[in-house]
T-cell receptor
Framework: GAVVSQHPSRVICKSGTSVKIECRSL??????MFWYRQFPKQSLMLMAT?????????EQGVEKDKFLINHASLTLSTLTVTSAHPEDSSFYIC????????????FGNGTRLTVT | GEDVEQSLFLSVREGDSSVINCTYT??????LYWYKQEPGAGLQLLTY?????DMKQDQRLTVLLNKKDKHLSLRIADTQTGDSAIYFC??????????????FGRGTQLTVWP
C-alpha cells in the first residue's frame, strides 16, 4: 500500500535553533501534502497544505514565517520550525494522498519535537 | 468549522466486541475515516466509508454509517490486546479536491483487558 515516510522520528533541540522535518511519499507522487500538529491527548490540527512548485497554504493562526514549508519535488515536502521555542514542542505528522481526490490520506509516523 | 465528536475512553475484555462511536455535523461530508494511533506513532488508516454507503465490513472491522443522524461507528470483533490504541474518527467534505483536509475527533482511547 501507499507509504509516507517521515523523519526524524524524534528530535530534541535548544530554544532558538531551527529544525527541519522531512516527509516523503515512497511509492507515489504527491503534488499536495498536508502537515498536522498534535498536542498531547488532543486531536490533530491541520497546519498547512504543501503544494509542489508553489507556496504552501496555511491555516488560520499558523505563522508561515515560523513554520516554513518547501515542496520541491513530487515526493518530498519539508517543514522547518524556525527559532524554535518550548511551546513549539509537539508531535508533527505529515500526510499525502496517492491517486485522485477520492483516495484516502495516508500518514507518516510523525516527528516528536522537544524544544529545551 | 466542522465538529467531530467521540467519546474519549472505552474499555473491553479480550474477545469481546468493541464499538466506538462518532458524530459529526457537516451534512456535506463525503468520506468518513477511522484511523488508529499507537503510542508515539503516526496514524494508521484502518478503513473508510463513502457517504452513500451504510455499512462496510473488512475482516474484524465493521463500519456503520447513519447519514440521517450523522453517526458513524466502528465495531471491532474479537478484540485483542493489540487493538489497544487511540482511534480517530475523521471526515472530509471535499471530493475530488486537492485540498482533501480532514477534520478529526479527539480520539477514543481503547483499552483491552486480558
Amino acid at each position: 500500500g501507499a507509504v509516507v515516510s517521515q523523519h526524524p522520528s524524534r528530535v530534541i533541540c535548544k530554544s532558538g535553533t531551527s529544525v527541519k522535518i522531512e516527509c516523503r511519499s515512497l511509492d507515489f507522487q504527491a503534488t499536495t501534502m498536508f502537515w498536522y500538529r498534535q498536542f498531547p491527548k488532543q486531536s490533530l490540527m491541520l497546519m498547512a497544505t504543501s503544494n509542489e512548485g508553489s507556496k504552501a497554504t496555511y491555516e488560520q493562526g499558523v505563522e508561515k514565517d515560523k513554520f516554513l514549508i518547501n515542496h520541491a519535488s513530487l515526493t518530498l515536502s519539508t517543514l522547518t520550525v524556525t527559532s524554535a521555542h518550548p511551546e513549539d514542542s509537539s508531535f508533527y505528522i505529515c500526510s499525502a494522498r496517492p491517486g485522485a481526490g477520492d483516495s484516502p490520506l495516508h500518514f507518516g509516523n510523525g516527528t516528536r519535537l522537544t524544544v529545551t | 468549522g466542522e465538529d467531530v465528536e467521540q467519546s474519549l475512553f472505552l474499555s473491553v475484555r479480550e474477545g469481546d466486541s468493541s464499538v466506538i462511536n462518532c458524530t459529526y455535523t457537516d451534512s456535506s461530508s463525503t468520506y468518513l475515516y477511522w484511523y488508529k494511533q499507537e503510542p508515539g506513532a503516526g496514524l494508521q488508516l484502518l478503513t473508510y466509508i463513502f457517504s452513500n454507503m451504510d455499512m462496510k465490513q473488512d475482516q474484524r472491522l465493521t463500519v456503520l454509517l447513519n447519514k440521517k443522524d450523522k453517526h458513524l461507528s466502528l465495531r471491532i470483533a474479537d478484540t485483542q490486546t493489540g487493538d489497544s490504541a487511540i482511534y480517530f474518527c475523521a471526515e472530509t467534505p471535499d471530493r475530488g479536491s486537492t485540498l482533501g483536509r480532514l477534520y478529526f475527533g479527539r480520539g477514543t482511547q481503547l483499552t483491552v483487558w486480558p
